[in-house]
């Protein structure tokens, strides 16, 4: 990380200033960047070596080569267990990294020089601490379109979706991250009591989020007295850049959390 001008001169942590990206993107455009086919071709050892090393192989010409993608085709023995879809500059995950160790999770996030600057941070904090972090990545990819390329059915335990694009105009609500066609991908790669956690401080988005988990059928709210003694709660307005920037103004968040559950009988 020394001598890299993007990169603090003592944490080795790279500089927001030089990742700095539009607020938002738009989800419907087309964007370029590589797909897995389907979840058992994401390419875990890339995300997570510590887990997933690289092995040693062999070329045509019997010359010994390290091939970064063996373990895409071998059994995954640990999976990811939680995503940040939309997960910015990565505060969330980095909390989330230590208070859930043995977890593999992952941030998703549409814009590059975000996804850049997340990828950065992720590898220089792996290198400040020797044996942490390992547990958490980061992919470049559009969550609305590609959820089932990256998980199979009842895989996830968590997914968050921390103060996502509002998209006010009511022509543009077909953008937003949570509705009810997308809440049945996510109840697909969500395991039965796995948790969807939404915060906004846009009070109407905050309602239509609410609104769109409480009226589908595989998804019931989750109660306050759970709420209140699960650690993740208080990070969804701590640990990011946007539930940081709230508090300091003195908004207000609206927080709707909901289990996935089965089909009434």
Not at 98 to 107: E, N, S, V
Not at 241 to 254: I, P
């Amino acid at each position: 990380m020394k001598g890299n001008p993007k990169s603090n001169n003592t944490t080795g942590l790279p500089r927001k200033r030089f990742y700095r990206a539009r607020a938002h993107s738009n989800p419907l455009s087309d964007s370029h960047f590589p797909v897995p086919t389907a979840p058992s071709e994401v390419d875990y050892a890339s995300h997570y070596p510590h887990y997933y090393p690289s092995e040693e192989t062999y070329n045509e010409n019997g010359e010994s080569t390290i091939d970064s993608k063996v373990a895409i085709h071998k059994p995954q023995v640990k999976k990811i267990q939680f995503a940040d879809v939309g997960c910015g500059f990565g505060g969330l995950l980095i909390s989330l990294s230590t208070l859930f160790p043995d977890t593999l999770m992952i941030g998703m996030e549409i814009r590059d020089k975000v996804t850049e600057y997340v990828k950065e941070r992720i590898l220089a904090l792996r290198e400040t601490n020797p044996g942490l972090y390992q547990n958490v990545s980061v992919v470049r990819t559009n969550s609305m379109k590609y959820i089932p390329n990256f998980f199979e059915k009842g895989q996830l335990l968590k997914m968050f979706f921390l103060f996502p694009d509002p998209h006010f105009k009511e022509k543009n609500h077909r953008r937003r991250v949570i509705s009810t066609h997308l809440l049945d991908e996510y109840a697909y790669t969500l395991q039965v009591g796995g948790i969807i956690y939404t915060i906004t401080d846009v009070e109407e988005l905050g309602e239509w989020m609410k609104d769109c988990l409480a009226r589908h059928p595989l998804f019931e709210a989750v109660p306050e007295k759970e709420l209140d003694i699960d650690p993740v709660v208080k990070l969804l307005s701590s640990a990011t850049e946007e539930g940081q920037k709230v508090a300091r103004n003195g908004g207000q968040t609206f927080l709707a959390v909901y289990r996935r559950i089965t089909l009434s009988e």
